[in-house]
């Protein structure tokens, strides 16, 4: 879905995030890079580093967590999310969130959270077994006030957040409802209106919501090594498009447009009018050859990725590094802004106020 431009100057605001667990791919890009990149210029956007959540099922390897929660703010940046416009945030440094994911883990039933689709398939995809840390499943609480610290109205995200985004909903409603007396019956749209601290976001989910992978089965997703990065070099992309399996056998044989090379010729080949007439050479086995198909789809994948791959390497190396800190201290400092200010109004909200937070820190 294509987001809706604000209406006013005020700018309301959008949250989302990644979990630093390696560099972005395809899959990130149309699922909600894209999204990402049309919401900044009338949302004001706020980009979460969910280093914490990376730490839920990679405890024993922080060097690699520090390096890819760098490696991504990189690959926004090179993809044209602006710092100037937008926020990133670390979570490890915004302590609201971890103060409201207590509050939220209480308003949502153990099973409820257990049950959550999304972690189940986690569970069996990266091999979790039932030796998971209890901050696994935590996360998805985690989640939910990583969104809500921001009162956001937008979350864009790919199909497979979605699930956290519904539980997410639930809690803000379940919140507004014990604390601050909403109806139960309220539309999601009235929440505010009523009093209720938070709003109930909504998840945006970009063009493709789940981009199949080069193995032509499963989700592109990074363990699943069937994943082209955004910052693949020309070459690498050639490769990787060469070994989208088709299963077709000659230049005349009647193809198959619903494969996964007809999804990314669709997705990624911009000229309308190429992509029908492949199509039609390709259904009729009109001396068209799964080769000459891959080597257009790697081509318009490297016309995308090209600038992004250039933008990137002027990030490279220790000053790069050393750019990247900065504007994550920078961002961080404006989000516990709003974070602290929407704590405090939450603990209000459950008669737990006793004057400022700050009156109550030594020094
Ligand atoms: N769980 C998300 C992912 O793995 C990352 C994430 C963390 C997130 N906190 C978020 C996404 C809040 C949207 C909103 O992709």
Same mark, same amino acid.
């Given at each position: #879905?294509t987001? /809706?431009?604000?209406?006013?100057?005020?700018? /309301?605001?959008v949250?989302?995030?990644?979990t /630093?667990t390696?560099?972005?791919h395809?899959?990130h890009?149309?699922?909600?890079i894209e999204?990402?990149?049309?919401?900044q210029?009338d949302?004001?956007c706020?980009?979460?580093?969910?280093? #914490?959540?990376a730490?839920t099922?990679?405890?024993?390897k922080p060097?690699?967590?520090?390096?890819d929660?760098?490696?991504?703010?990189?690959d926004?940046i090179?993809?044209?999310i602006? /710092?100037?416009?937008?926020?990133?945030?670390?979570?490890?440094?915004?302590?609201?969130? %971890?103060?409201?994911t207590?509050f939220f %883990?209480?308003?949502?039933?153990?099973?409820r959270?257990m049950?959550?689709?999304?972690l189940?398939?986690?569970?069996d995809?990266?091999g979790l077994?039932d030796?998971?840390s209890f901050?696994?499943p935590?996360y998805?609480v985690g989640q939910c006030?990583?969104?809500?610290?921001?009162?956001?109205?937008?979350?864009p995200?790919?199909?497979d957040?979605v %699930?956290h985004? =519904?539980m997410?909903? =639930?809690?803000?409603?379940?919140?507004?409802?014990?604390?601050?007396?909403?109806?139960s019956?309220?539309?999601?749209a009235?929440?505010?209106?009523?009093?209720?601290?938070f709003p109930i976001p909504?998840?945006l989910?970009g063009?493709?919501?789940?981009?199949?992978?080069?193995d032509?089965?499963?989700? #592109?997703?990074?363990?699943l090594?069937?994943?082209?990065?955004?910052?693949?070099?020309?070459?690498?992309?050639?490769?990787?498009v060469g070994?989208?399996?088709?299963?077709?056998?000659?230049?005349t =044989?009647?193809g198959?447009?619903?494969?996964?090379?007809?999804?990314?010729?669709?997705?990624?080949?911009?000229?309308?009018?190429?992509v029908?007439e492949l =199509?039609?050479?390709y %259904?009729?086995?009109?001396?068209?050859g799964?080769?000459h198909v891959?080597?257009?789809?790697?081509?318009?994948?490297d016309?995308?990725?090209g600038?992004?791959?250039?933008?990137r390497?002027a990030?490279e190396?220790k000053?790069?590094?050393?750019?990247?800190?900065e504007i994550?201290?920078?961002?961080?400092?404006?989000a516990?802004?709003v974070?602290e200010?929407?704590?405090a #109004?939450a603990?209000?909200?459950m008669?737990l106020?006793?004057?400022?937070?700050?009156?109550?820190?030594?020094?």
């Open positions: #879905m987001p /809706p431009p604000a209406s006013s100057s005020f700018r /309301p605001r949250l989302t995030g990644d /630093p390696g560099r972005l395809l899959g890009y149309v699922g909600s999204n990402r990149l049309r919401l210029a949302y004001d706020y980009f979460l580093l969910a280093n #914490m959540h730490f099922t990679r405890a024993d060097d690699d967590i520090r390096r929660t760098l490696e991504i703010v990189k926004w090179a993809c044209g602006d /710092p100037e416009r937008s926020t990133v945030v670390l979570q490890t440094e915004v302590p609201a969130i %971890a103060e409201l207590w %883990a209480m308003l949502v039933p153990f099973n959270v049950r959550n689709p999304t189940k398939t986690e569970i995809s990266k077994g030796t998971y901050g696994f935590m998805a006030a990583d969104i809500l610290a921001f009162r956001p109205v937008y979350v995200v790919g199909e957040q %699930a985004i =519904e997410c909903r =639930e809690v803000a409603r379940r919140f507004d409802q014990l604390y601050c007396a909403v109806d019956h309220a539309e999601d009235d929440y505010e209106k009523q009093g209720g601290v909504e998840a989910v063009k493709v919501g789940r981009l199949v992978g080069i032509g089965k499963q989700k #592109m997703s990074k363990s090594n069937n994943a082209i990065f955004l910052s693949d070099s020309a070459k690498e992309i050639k490769k990787k070994q989208i399996f088709t299963g077709r056998q000659s230049m =044989e009647k198959d447009i619903n494969n996964a090379l007809f999804e990314y010729v669709r997705i990624f080949i911009k000229d309308e009018a190429r029908k =199509e039609r050479a %259904a009729a086995g009109d001396n068209i799964d080769g891959k080597q257009e789809v790697a081509q318009a994948i016309e995308l990725i600038p992004i791959r250039e933008r390497a990030l190396g000053d790069g590094d050393k750019k990247i800190i994550i201290r920078h961002g961080t400092k404006r516990n802004k974070a200010e929407t704590l #109004m603990k209000d909200a008669q106020g006793f004057g400022g937070r700050n009156e109550m820190l030594p020094g």
